[in-house]
């Protein structure tokens, strides 16, 4: 391989060293990711194909060159005429690049040159006219046209000529005399005679025109440049018994000699009646050079044959009819252009004669090079077409499926409902379809304390009812067999996504990276993005000989998508998602509803691997993201959102333009100003948080405004920050100077003092900020037009079961791990054991068991600790057991749960709690007495610390 510089551009050509007199190819630039076939020429003719893939990763073009046995070519050229046809891509000027293609053969082709237009050139052999076609699109083009001139000759001298027309004695004559075969002829001036055929003779040519005269091309063609009169067959001015032929300039005085027809037994005649075209002297006077003449019939009714000497002949200078079909279709990843008569075409679409070349495809199958001469076979015995039943699938699911993301933790960390799910499969045999489309999309934030609920859901524009009938989301696939075992043919792949809203928490982002795979290098520095080692650098691209599966997609289509896009930051991260969040190639910075539109991609006949397709796609991704910088820009939240202060009052103002809306105007423009203010005052106390230098601050004020959400939320949000700052500014100097002194000594009583001074002064500034900034969102809260987003599909799921297994989906287990978070201020560590009901009849009652504790409500559906009636932590509960007693009515037998609770003030003392049922008082005292031994357990466990091993310990 060797190095160029062509337009300013980095250009490479190759040769194949292991081929003796292999020529260089063209050059192809490394400018843009792709992959094609580079065709280089050898010996006699023969063409060798080289798979190319161009991409670049992390600054740096790889071209990877691997053998093309196992990948189809990208083009396949079938002469299926007649004629011989040469072909050549468009600007071409190297004529040993201009291929004549042999009647039946066929040839693989690629792009002899890369950076030239994409067309082929396609003329037929020693014929004038030249077209280009664009290959790359399907279906029927222009014909391709050629003169086809005739010979006019004698049957009689035709070597496989029927001679019953001939008497035996004249048979003998001619085998005697050897006549060969003759034609009409204009050797010189304008007598007309009978000669030798000779190919490609100019004067033997002739062209019969639509007005019935026959041109004589020898004198046209070589006048043609002087654009005068055609010269055309006539008769001599002679005697009516035979007159000699002659050729004259069209003259229409001269119509009735001038206009020629043959009639059913093949004579040639004008418009003097029962005169024929036949040699002077008849048929022992014939032979090479004899006079052409207009002589009467001499046939004479009784029986007799027609004098052979005047039957005539039309040879065809080529064959075919002179117009040839050119038609580019799909076989596989093939683009195969055919060129065939036009006539054998239209008998072929009856008959289906056309076959594929067999012989051809299992040459390309064993290797790369092929024989320029390969001949098209057109054998009856061919490929059975794959005919069968067609076999159909339609599965719709109204309310849809859904999945549960959960990593290790174990956590459940999103939740995604697809429902009015359709999905249609067809196998005709030829092909498969597959369409599915999705009527709604919701993905929910499942995280603990969550800034939002949903991720993802469907984007509501004004006036767009709420049960809009289109799907969110379409795919269409159709996919054809393929006779190549590493090939994958997909004729269609369209992916339609309807306008969406996604609000992307940072938390729950970096979980997902880290269920993805997403690796961290401790060794690397804070904010340096990894490079992969070299071994993994270049894997990022296919090696050479490498049996990953080929894809080739006739058409790709990722339809535009309309998307309002938000990110939450987080500011309690643990370690390894802090970790996680300094690899990240971007800083993360919060923004809201961010109008992003992407482009379409669309790509025509591409034929990669899976993971460049995949790798194109997140490049024309990227680069759209990058061109909407601006919208998120102006959408972050230091800057207050001024594209999101700009649409509400565009959208108010049109709100009054278009129906008169004046309270619209005002609760949008309320809406948009306050919520500006909330987020500039957010991103101030932020700021200025930093200055106090106590992480134990920055933590309590985090949780005081997580999982604020309404007007109510915020407004206490504010509240709780504003008293907050004040209490920790007043207490500042002495906590910070007391920590200091504990952790560091006496050097940490002089940094604690100063922490403590800055912290009296910025604590209740920030304070004071967070009030705002809480006000200020209850306010825009309460202002907006429409809800923000909508409700979770379900409760998130208890991922901690019996023995530490994850359970199966329970909305008891789910509401009561919701309740246990309200009850112990989200101590995560403390786990839920059951949530039960106790009573359902006049007095409803429900207990919730956890690892450390028991609470009994006297409600199914506790809201809160108002609810509460019993307590009991696990630590003073001796045992429970299930008891029964007559009912003081004495109509039957009460069931209880029995508690033996010791109490450090009252002592030991019995406690009894009423159940419906004495199997239900069975299974929750069975419950409560298994969470009494794994609290024991736990209690009797040796934690080793980490970083010492068990024998050390």
Not at 164 to 183: C, D, F, I, K, Y
Not at 370 to 379: G, K, L, W
Not at 553 to 565: A, M, P, Q, R, V
Not at 829 to 843: F, G, M, P, V
Request: charged share 20%.
């Amino acid at each position: 391989m060797m190095q160029r510089v062509a337009d300013c551009h980095a250009s490479v050509v190759s040769r194949i060293q292991d081929i003796p007199d292999c020529h260089w190819s063209s050059g192809f630039k490394l400018s843009v990711d792709d992959s094609f076939h580079v065709i280089m020429r050898g010996a006699l003719d023969r063409s060798y194909f080289v798979r190319v893939q161009v991409n670049l990763k992390d600054a740096t073009y790889h071209v990877v060159f691997s053998d093309a046995a196992h990948v189809p070519p990208p083009f396949r050229i079938e002469n299926l005429g007649k004629v011989p046809v040469m072909f050549y891509q468009k600007r071409i000027v190297d004529v040993s690049l201009r291929r004549e293609l042999k009647p039946q053969q066929s040839v693989p082709y690629a792009w002899d040159e890369p950076t030239f237009p994409k067309s082929l050139v396609l003329a037929v052999m020693d014929g004038p006219q030249q077209k280009v076609y664009d290959i790359n699109q399907m279906g029927e083009k222009e014909p391709l046209t050629y003169e086809n001139y005739i010979y006019i000759s004698a049957e009689c001298s035709l070597p496989s000529a029927s001679q019953s027309r001939v008497s035996g004695a004249m048979q003998r004559h001619m085998s005697q005399t050897s006549v060969p075969e003759l034609v009409l002829d204009v050797p010189q001036g304008s007598a007309v005679l009978f000669r030798r055929r000779e190919a490609n003779r100019l004067s033997q040519l002739w062209r019969m025109t639509a007005a019935g005269q026959l041109e004589h091309m020898g004198s046209a063609l070589s006048r043609r440049s002087e654009r005068k009169t055609p010269i055309v067959l006539d008769v001599a001015d002679e005697s009516p018994s035979c007159i000699t032929l002659v050729i004259r300039r069209l003259d229409k005085g001269r119509a009735s000699t001038q206009t020629w027809k043959f009639d059913g037994d093949r004579r040639l005649s004008c418009g003097m009646p029962r005169m024929y075209v036949q040699p002077r002297g008849g048929l022992r006077l014939m032979a090479d050079g004899c006079d052409a003449v207009l002589a009467p019939d001499s046939y004479v009714s009784g029986g007799q044959r027609i004098p052979p000497e005047q039957v005539l002949r039309v040879v065809k200078q080529k064959e075919g009819s002179g117009t040839l079909s050119v038609r580019v279709s799909p076989d596989g990843s093939t683009r195969v252009v055919q060129i065939v008569d036009k006539v054998a075409r239209r008998m072929a679409s009856s008959d289906q004669v056309l076959t594929r070349p067999r012989r051809l495809r299992s040459q390309l199958s064993r290797s790369s090079s092929v024989d320029s001469t390969m001949q098209y076979e057109t054998s009856v015995d061919r490929e059975p077409d794959l005919v069968g039943n067609d076999f159909q699938v339609i599965l719709s699911l109204g309310s849809g499926v859904s999945l549960s993301v959960i990593n290790s933790v174990p956590e459940e960390l999103c939740y995604v409902t697809l429902s009015g799910l359709e999905v249609n499969f067809l196998d005709t045999g030829v092909s498969q379809s597959l369409d599915v489309s999705v009527q709604q999309i919701q993905a929910d934030n499942q995280l603990i304390g969550a800034q939002t609920s949903a991720l993802l859901y469907r984007m509501q524009r004004s006036g767009q009812s709420e049960k809009d009938g289109s799907p969110i989301c379409s795919v269409a696939v159709k996919r054809s067999p393929s006779r190549h075992a590493g090939v994958e043919v997909v004729k269609r792949l369209v992916v339609t996504l309807r306008p969406v809203t996604l609000q992307l928490e940072e938390r729950l982002l970096l979980k997902l990276l880290q269920f993805g795979g997403f690796t961290v290098d401790n060794d690397s520095e804070p904010g340096q993005e990894l490079l992969p080692p070299s071994d993994q650098l270049h894997g990022a691209v296919a090696r050479p000989g490498s049996a990953a599966k080929i894809y080739y997609i006739d058409t790709l289509t990722l339809n535009g998508i309309d998307l309002k896009l938000s990110l939450l930051t987080s500011k309690l991260l643990s370690e390894d998602l802090i970790a996680v969040r300094r690899q990240l190639p971007v800083s993360l910075v919060k923004f809201a509803n961010a109008s992003i539109i992407l482009d379409t991609y669309n790509r025509q006949h591409s034929c990669d691997s899976l993971r460049v397709h995949i790798d194109n796609i997140g490049k024309h991704y990227a680069k759209q993201f990058k061109g909407q910088a601006a919208s998120i820009i102006g959408s972050v939240d230091f800057l207050g959102n001024p594209f999101g202060l700009l649409h509400d009052v565009t959208s108010g103002v049109s709100g009054v333009v278009t129906s008169g809306d004046l309270p619209g105007l005002v609760a949008r423009v309320a809406h948009g100003v306050t919520d500006s203010a909330s987020k500039l005052t957010g991103s101030a106390s932020n700021i200025l948080e930093k200055a106090t230098m106590d992480e134990g601050y920055e933590a309590r004020r985090a949780r005081i405004s997580e999982g604020a959400k309404s007007s109510g939320d915020h407004l206490v949000a504010g509240v709780k920050g504003l008293a907050h700052g004040f209490w920790g500014g007043l207490t500042s100097i002495v906590s910070q100077t007391y920590e200091g002194a504990t952790k560091e000594g006496l050097g940490g009583i002089v940094t604690g003092l100063a922490k403590g001074v800055a912290g009296t002064v910025t604590k209740p500034a920030v304070g004071v900020l967070d009030f705002a900034s809480g006000a200020a969102a209850a306010v825009s809260a309460g202002t907006a037009s429409q809800p923000l987003e909508p409700k979770p599909v379900r409760h998130r799921r208890y991922c901690v079961g019996m023995g530490g297994v994850l359970p199966q989906y329970s909305s008891m287990l789910a509401k009561g791990w919701d309740i246990l978070l309200k009850l112990n201020d989200g101590n995560r560590n403390e786990r839920l054991i059951a949530y039960e009901a106790l009573q359902y009849k006049k007095a409803k009652m429900c207990v919730i068991i956890s690892s450390y504790q028991l609470f009994f409500f006297g409600s199914t559906v506790p809201n809160d600790k108002n609810d509460l009636l019993i307590h009991v932590k696990l630590a003073d509960l001796q045992r429970c057991v299930p008891i029964t007693k007559p009912s003081n009515t004495g109509t039957g037998m009460v069931c209880y749960l029995q508690l033996v609770v010791h109490e450090a003030e009252r002592g030991v003392r019995t406690k009894l709690v009423r159940c419906d049922k004495e199997n239900i008082s069975r299974k929750v005292a069975q419950e409560i007495n298994y969470a009494k031994s794994l609290y024991e357990e736990q209690q009797q466990m040796v934690v080793i610390p980490s970083g010492r091993s068990t024998e050390t310990w």
